[in-house]
T-cell receptor
Framework: KAGVTQTPRYLIKTRGQQVTLSCSPISGHRSVSWYQQTPGQGLQFLFEYFSETQRNKGNFPGRFSGRQFSNSRSEMNVSTLELGDSALYLC?????????????FGEGSRLTVL | AQTVTQSQPEMSVQEAETVTLSCTYDTSESDYYLFWYKQPPSRQMILVIRQEAYKQQNATENRFSVNFQKAAKSFSLKISDSQLGDAAMYFC?????????????FGAGTRLTVKP
């Protein structure tokens, strides 16, 4: 069974640009969560999608957005990039619904903003 | 809001020895899940062990076991017979069993070094 796949793995952008990251969950998983990981702030929750609906959102500015498609694949977008957006962005999936267990993580997309 | 605290930024253990990583959490909920995740350098995060709060018995997975103290809100991870491959960042995580508050909260992590 294929794991969670994130693309691209690495990318470099400049301030003011926007970026779109993609995540394909494990087959059969309907819930996708996104996390930002930085050395200073650790792992911070961005948002979670289930059946194309945003179920939960973390404390991030509106520049961070996401969506989920009918095949459960998810994308997150960051507009007007700032230097502080440099981070490892992790996607995680689970079967979805309440009380359904642990998250399965992808390898992450490492974003560097210059 | 639920918070997870890992008070040991770094730990070191000799190969084949035992090490315990600490984790405490703060919550007013009675039904939740606790997890330990491992993140090796430049590799993806994987689940080590999980514990349901309603279960009194401590979870074990081969060399990994937890000491879950619900009243004290403590959830430590014990690694027995440490191996070089255990070297990684270890994250303690909490997730509420309530639907509306279901995101996973992570501690700051403990970097474990295993000495040969």
């Amino acid at each position: 069974k294929a794991g969670v796949t994130q693309t691209p793995r690495y990318l470099i952008k400049t301030r003011g640009q926007q970026v779109t990251l993609s995540c394909s969950p494990i087959s059969g998983h309907r819930s996708v969560s996104w996390y930002q990981q930085t050395p200073g702030q650790g792992l911070q929750f961005l948002f979670e999608y289930f059946s194309e609906t945003q179920r939960n959102k973390g404390n991030f500015p509106g520049r961070f957005s996401g969506r989920q498609f009918s095949n459960s694949r998810s994308e997150m977008n960051v507009s007007t990039l700032e230097l502080g957006d440099s981070a490892l962005y992790l996607c995680a999936s689970r079967k979805g619904g309440p009380n359904t267990g642990e998250l399965f993580f992808g390898e992450g997309s490492r974003l560097t903003v210059l | 809001a639920q918070t997870v605290t890992q008070s040991q930024p770094e730990m070191s253990v000799q190969e084949a020895e035992t090490v315990t990583l600490s984790c405490t959490y703060d919550t007013s909920e009675s039904d939740y899940y606790l997890f330990w995740y491992k993140q090796p350098p430049s590799r993806q995060m994987i689940l080590v062990i999980r514990q349901e709060a309603y279960k009194q018995q401590n979870a074990t997975e081969n060399r990994f076991s937890v000491n879950f103290q619900k009243a004290a809100k403590s959830f430590s991870l014990k690694i027995s017979d440490s191996q070089l491959g255990d070297a990684a960042m270890y994250f303690c995580a909490y997730r509420s069993a309530l639907i509306a508050n279901n995101d996973m909260r992570f501690g700051a992590g403990t970097r474990l070094t295993v000495k040969p």
